[in-house]
């Protein structure tokens, strides 16, 4: 049967040859000699993951999984088509619950999330196939490890030969259909993920059977069922629902739990068609689909999965410490130097101890670990430690250190303090307004609170407003412990208990200058309409978003009764909607109609306080003051130093002992311009000092800009690093596609930067101690741009970052 679209699946091919000629780090492909036939070479093609979320997409196609060849008349086919890139609630524009109920048609069919790894088995020709996983094919070099697609054609072969069928049979089908068939392989035995699968349930999950073409175009599941009986596959399991709120009320309730029919579960995936969208609609809440077309969105449940994943990731760290000696302990294990975003839970805290001494009791346990072996088993221990007194004890009192917050029995609360944690600009007002319109819950302000000691008089609001509420939202950024426990002490006499619910804007999940950068937008959007904290030219309030970031003190899990994890970057809509969604499964308050929830967002995107306070002076301060005229200029690139160089330094001593003295630079900035350049006197020539002037003038422009500065982006290069000093050299300066303000000052900035400048650009990653100055990372980055054998140095291969120009003082 001839290919039904070959004309346009070769344009696609074309295209995406064009870009990856032009953007490497956005597409690239890569070669394979088919394993059926190795005369025949295929491509297989990749696209930056991160580029997916954006609108319009910069690629010509949202396959995730693609396989080409080309034929022998010069077009291309597309082998293997897997699925388009799809998202999870609230992950894009168009996956909010209202998008969805606006774009999308019945019916729902939602089938189990498997928690595996993907296989895609489709015709190489009409008598052989092709068994690849996500992006390779083929066997491995170590014939004690197979691959993905290997241990994926094992499980086909064991199927084909239970039914009397051939490779050739499958084949033909496939070929004439012109399908690839989509599987998941679950099979512990080979690598375990999260979830442990039993023995009826290993094997190939067959979820779906997509058109090899460019338009993503899937058969329906009872297709697909039907497919997996016919050749032995192991069926996914499935429900059918007639509406977008049937489908979020279902959810809800597994949410719960986390489990279907008694059984942990990762999630759904919700398999639809698009609707024609409403007048009003936006295109960056429209589905980037045609009328008609199949569309897949993801549902995704925090427990117990994302506390399983946690422990596993917990160990594989603790084992890479303790392999490479990165950690404090005596054995490099250190508990206190795991991510603080993965040790929230109390269980989690209890784990990371548990298992440290497991690995020290019975390292044998844990050799294939970081092989994804033994993951289950090792849980499957801790979760019967749990059960044990010396389990309880542990989780109750975290051995004998501050009580953990052990999850409370249905009814055993009372009332309920919903605390936000949080920082100016993250949304917590606008959120607190919406929820208090919603449901009716009680809300006081401590913006509100005009007194020379307001934290007294805001706690006395809360108390006094818990007596006419059964749920009261302290709305105060609560960053500090101190707050938090007020708010504890204030009603550790109530009976029955006062329920703490945090709404957790947690700052370690993304970098300070992201963060920042979010929060000092919202802020200058919103203007005057808020008690204070109100934008000016001297733009002090950004130097209070510091504040607030370098003095935040992170949550931990014992503080509150539950944590309920919020994100800086979600808008308005997402983070009301997650709120919404915790509150009907924590509180137990009736779900709202989708109509309430828009009444809502609009009463917080109109609110106004009720009182504002005088403006405070700012300029012409002292120096380290808000509003001080800044010392220098800089990029502040939203980029976690920790997680970008560790994985690249882990065996580079220099490195180590820079983690291990705190001395990495934990607000990382490009310096662009200094005061102390702009000096005149004798021996200084006049010329050199006057393009420094204008070039001073230029990057103050930008600072104090109106409205949104524009957004730059670069790549990191290499780092770079002698026995005193590491630097990341950053190359590839240029206006970023997001940039949503000041495009034609940001393009003049660029253009014009001085190529001197453009050579010494770096970020100070540290310095061995106090008495090595950081400028020795200029001169360091200057000498080994000149020559590269002057310092170790390793590329970062181009990790991409965005900044925007800040006016700093220190």
């Known amino acids: 049967m001839a290919h039904p679209a070959i004309a346009e699946d070769s344009r696609l091919i074309e295209e995406l040859r064009d870009l990856s000629a032009a953007k490497p780090k956005l597409v690239r492909s890569t070669r394979h000699a088919a394993p059926a036939d190795s005369s025949i070479s295929l491509s297989s093609w990749k696209m930056a993951e991160h580029k997916y979320y954006v609108v319009p997409s910069p690629f010509p196609t949202l396959a995730r999984g693609l396989f080409t060849l080309k034929q022998p008349d010069g077009q291309y086919r597309i082998i293997v088509r897997g699925y388009d890139k799809f998202f999870n609630i609230g992950e894009v524009g168009w996956t909010t619950w209202s998008s969805l109920e606006a774009h999308t048609t019945a019916p729902y069919t939602l089938s189990l999330k498997s928690n ?142 986390g489990a279907w029919n008694g059984v942990p579960v990762e999630g759904f995936v919700v398999r639809t068609q698009v609707a024609p969208p409403p007048p009003s609609a936006s295109p960056r809440n ?29 160990t594989k760290s603790l084992l890479s410490m303790r392999k490479n000696k990165t950690g404090k302990g005596k054995d490099g294990m250190s508990v206190d130097e795991l991510p603080k975003s993965k040790m929230r839970r109390a269980e989690t805290q209890v784990y990371a101890r548990w298992v440290v001494e497991e690995i020290r009791r019975d390292p044998a346990a844990f050799a294939e670990y970081q092989d994804n072996k033994g993951i289950v088993t090792v849980r499957e221990r801790f979760l019967a430690y749990l059960e044990t007194e010396q389990g309880k004890k542990a989780l109750r009192s975290k051995g004998g250190e501050k009580a953990l917050a052990v999850p409370a029995a249905k009814g055993e609360f009372g009332k309920t303090i919903i605390v936000p944690v949080a920082i100016p600009g993250c949304g917590k007002t606008a959120v607190a307004v919406a929820l208090s319109h919603i449901f009716g819950f009680g809300h006081t302000q401590s913006d509100d609170v005009n007194a020379k000691k307001p934290a007294p008089i805001f706690i006395k609001n809360v108390t006094e407003l818990l007596k006419k509420h059964d749920v009261v939202i302290a709305d105060k950024n609560n960053h500090l412990k101190q707050h938090r426990q007020a708010l504890r002490d204030a009603t550790t006499s109530s009976t029955p208990r006062v329920r703490l619910l945090a709404l957790n804007w947690a700052l370690d999940t993304q970098p300070p200058a992201f963060i920042h950068r979010i929060c000092a937008d919202r802020i200058q959007t919103r203007g005057a309409n808020h008690q204070s904290l109100r934008p000016d030219k001297a733009k002090a309030h950004e130097d209070v978003l510091w504040s607030f970031i370098t003095k935040a003190e992170p949550l931990a899990p014992s503080e509150v009764d539950e944590v309920v994890e919020m994100e800086v970057g979600d808008g308005l809509e997402d983070a ?125 422009e930008l600072y104090d800009a109106d409205g949104t500065p524009p957004l730059f982006r670069f790549k990191l290069g290499s780092v ?91």
């Open 116 to 257: 595996g790894c993907i296989i895609f088995i489709a015709a190489l020709t009409p008598e052989k196939l092709l068994i690849t996983s996500k992006h390779a094919v083929g066997y491995s070099k170590d014939d004690k490890k197979p691959t993905h697609a290997q241990a994926g054609e094992g499980w086909l072969r064991k199927y084909l030969a239970q039914n009397g069928r051939t490779e050739a049979d499958l084949a033909k089908v496939l070929w004439e259909k012109n399908w690839t068939a989509v599987a998941e392989l679950c099979d512990d035995s080979f690598e375990e993920h999260v979830l442990a699968y039993p023995p009826e349930l290993t094997g190939l999950h067959l979820h779906g059977l997509n058109e090899s073409t460019k338009a993503f175009n899937t058969q329906p599941h009872s297709v697909v069922d039907a497919f997996a009986e016919e050749w032995g596959f192991i069926k996914t399991a499935s429900t059918e629902l007639p509406t977008i709120a049937a489908v979020r009320e279902f959810t809800s309730e597994i949410g719960k739990t």
């Open 286 to 314: 429209t589905p980037p689909y045609p009328i008609g077309s199949s569309f897949f969105f993801k549902v995704k449940f925090d427990e117990p999965y994302m506390m399983y994943r946690d422990w596993r990731e917990v």
């Open 576 to 700: 009301v909607r997650k709120a919404v969604d915790v509150c009907v499964r924590v509180l137990g308050v009736p779900l709202p109609e989708a109509g309430r929830v828009e009444a809502a967002l609009e009463r917080a995107r109109g609110y106004t306080p009720a009182t504002k306070k005088p403006d405070s002076p700012s300029g012409g301060g002292k120096k380290g003051e808000a509003g001080a005229a800044p010392r220098y200029y800089a990029f502040m690139p939203e980029v976690a130093l920790d997680a970008v160089l560790t994985p690249v330094l882990k065996d580079v001593p220099f490195w180590t002992a820079l983690r291990k003295a705190g001395r990495v630079a934990k607000r990382p900035h490009v310096t662009l311009a200094h005061r102390n350049e702009l000096k005149k006197g004798d021996g200084v020539d006049p010329s050199a000092v006057a393009a420094k002037e204008e070039f001073w003038a230029r990057c103050k």
């Open 720 to 810: 770079v690093w002698n026995d005193r000093v590491m630097a990341v050299t950053v190359d590839g300066l240029e206006l970023s596609e997001e940039a949503d303000g000041g495009r034609q000052l940001g393009a003049a900035f660029v253009a014009h930067l001085p190529e001197e400048t453009k050579l010494r650009l770096h970020i100070t990653v540290g310095t061995k101690d106090a008495n090595v100055p950081p400028v020795e990372a200029k001169a360091l980055v200057e000498a080994w741009r000149k020559n590269p054998s002057s310092a170790n140095s390793i590329s970062l291969d181009g990790v991409e970052t965005t900044a925007r120009v800040k006016g700093l003082q220190a």
